[in-house]
């Protein structure tokens, strides 16, 4: 069983993503600016197995659940084509 802090975490990995994101708007190359962003979408990836295991141990109702990994998935989304574009935009 999860402990009572793992609601904590998902919190914790949220401020890391916006964190991350407010480093890379400070980046001083477009490396460093492409390492932050890609630091960003793996917690938005923590984010999703957070959220997944609090729905499975209850902590969160499917309807939460939904709600609130939809929005991570399109966070994750809009990461992954940031990188992807500072990939290909040299």
């Known amino acids: ?3 009572i802090s793992s609601p904590v975490n ?6 890391k993503i916006s964190a991350n ?4 708007n400070g980046a001083i ?24 295991l609090l729905k499975d141990t209850g902590y969160i109702s499917e309807k939460a659940f939904n709600r609130i990994h ?10 992954f084509t940031i990188i992807k574009n500072t990939q290909t935009n040299h």
Do not use: G
């Open 1 to 3: 069983m999860m402990s």
């Open 10 to 15: 998902v919190i914790d990995v949220v401020d």
């Open 21 to 24: 994101i407010a480093e890379a």
């Open 29 to 52: 190359s477009k490396a460093d600016f492409k390492a932050k962003m890609s630091i960003a979408y793996k917690e938005s990836l923590e984010t999703k197995y957070w959220l997944s």
């Open 70 to 79: 939809d929005d991570a998935d399109e966070i994750s989304k809009m990461l």
